[in-house]
């Protein structure tokens, strides 16, 4: 299984659990309630920028090292300029759709706000990322992300990652001091509408920064081979899975506590503090370093492990990572995640004209969703399944499907034409 692979899988593993959480019901469902968020203080959200920024760091790293800073600072800009059209498309979109549905307006206000075609200032401030409808905040949060990303990766390339890691970890401190209000309480002010909303974000962007860029750093450091990680995660070495699983299962009746609202009043006070979601609080940043590292450890070293329950783990979780549909949408992430966006919407509206579902029809909803949640990565991957052989110059074309370029009946030209296309998708 090679490592793409396995991260893909992961990523896809993400998406299908944030639609799921996403997906939002009257009366609410019980699917959501079947998620690892349940059990730590770790989401779908965070393992998904990480890996994001894990990404960025091991592909461009080797793009700026063989063609220059230059090179590699235009291809990272130019992914993210690509990513912006698409978040702006989908507002576009869901506003258009407000425009003809009947009540989409009031549906979707808790989302959206006042949020029309007629109100340049506040669609200015959706342009500029000030203003984030709801489920539409993680591509904003990494395409600003991105724009940092070249000199990050430079520096990484120049052996000063410890420079930018502790960079990283001041910004994610003064985002737990409320630092970042000295910037934002002025711009909620200048952007701010009749509906009581200047800024709108679900993320404090100098706390949720240190999960990308750390991703980032560590992506870019295993290209460049300055880390053997099958050496720190060695089968041999229990010290860093113990830490962790002790980390977790101090965590562990905590969030149950906070889940179910049966933390005592006088330590959910203290508690809340530490463990505000939207600025990355020390209790999620802890909590994930040590699940990400002990799912590491069991994806590197635990089938080699000499104990048999912590290999069958590992087994188990390879072969979820391995599953094929996870990782299409892996591949294919941040236009999944787009495509996700969409979904969510169309299924609020649906709900929200209909009497209340039952468990079962809200259940078969969220099914399908996950479901339609392949179509735009099987239309980025089409030319693995479908080849179009024209039968001349000018006239019908007859669509092969699962026609490979070893076919025999396939001309040349169009087996290189395929392979053109499989190599730029």
């Known amino acids: 299984m090679k490592r793409y692979d396995l991260i893909d899988g992961m990523r896809g593993y993400f998406l299908v659990f944030m639609l799921i959480n996403h997906l939002i019901f009257a009366g609410g469902y019980w699917l959501v309630n079947i998620n690892h968020n349940q059990l730590a203080f770790v989401e779908d959200a965070q393992g998904f920028v990480f890996l994001s920024g894990l990404l960025i760091g091991m592909v461009y790293v080797r793009k700026m090292a063989k063609n220059g800073y230059a090179a590699g600072r235009q291809a990272i800009y130019s992914r993210a300029f690509e990513l912006y059209r698409y978040a702006m498309g989908i507002v576009i979109c ?74 990283s970890l001041i910004l994610w401190m003064a985002g737990q001091l409320g630092l970042q209000k000295i910037v934002t309480d002025p711009i909620n002010s200048i952007f701010m509408r009749p509906d009581d909303q200047g800024i709108r974000a679900s993320f404090n962007l100098l706390g949720w920064q240190i999960v990308f860029y750390s991703g980032l750093v560590l992506g870019a450091l295993t290209s460049l081979n300055r880390i053997n990680w099958g050496k720190i995660f060695s089968p041999e070495n229990s010290f860093i899975p113990t830490i962790c699983v002790l980390i977790c299962g101090f965590f562990l ?9 049966m933390m005592p009043a006088e330590l959910a006070g203290k508690f809340a503090t530490m463990e505000i ?31 048999e329950w912590v290999r069958r783990i590992a087994n188990a979780i390879i072969w979820v990572l391995s599953l094929k549909f996870l990782q299409l949408l892996g591949r294919h992430s941040l236009y999944v995640y787009v495509w996700h966006v969409g979904i969510v919407y169309a299924v609020y509206y649906f709900d929200g004209r209909t009497p209340e579902l039952s468990q079962l029809t809200k259940t078969m909803i969220a099914v399908s969703c996950i479901g339609l949640l392949a179509i735009p990565a099987l239309w980025r991957e089409r030319d693995k399944w479908l080849v179009l052989d024209g039968s001349g110059a000018g006239g019908p074309q007859t669509a092969k499907v699962g026609v490979t370029s070893s076919s025999k009946g396939l001309t040349s030209k169009a087996s290189l034409t395929a392979k053109g296309v499989a190599k730029t998708a």
Do not use: C, E
């Open 94 to 167: 869901v506003l258009a759709a407000q425009m003809v549905l009947p009540g989409a307006y009031y549906i979707w206000y808790n989302w959206l706000g006042y949020t029309t075609f007629d109100d340049p200032w506040r669609l200015a401030a959706i342009a500029g990322f000030v203003f984030q409808p709801t489920f539409m905040d993680i591509l904003p949060q990494y395409i600003i992300y991105m724009l940092f990303a070249p000199i990050l990766v430079k520096l990484v390339i120049d052996g000063k990652w410890a420079h930018v890691m502790a960079g």
């Open 253 to 261: 009746p905590l969030r149950i506590l906070t889940a179910h609202g």
């Open 277 to 307: 979601r939207a600025d990355f609080g020390p209790v999620y940043l802890i909590n994930f370093v040590a699940a990400a590292t002990l799912l590491t450890w069991m994806v590197i070293a635990g089938p080699k492990h000499k104990s």
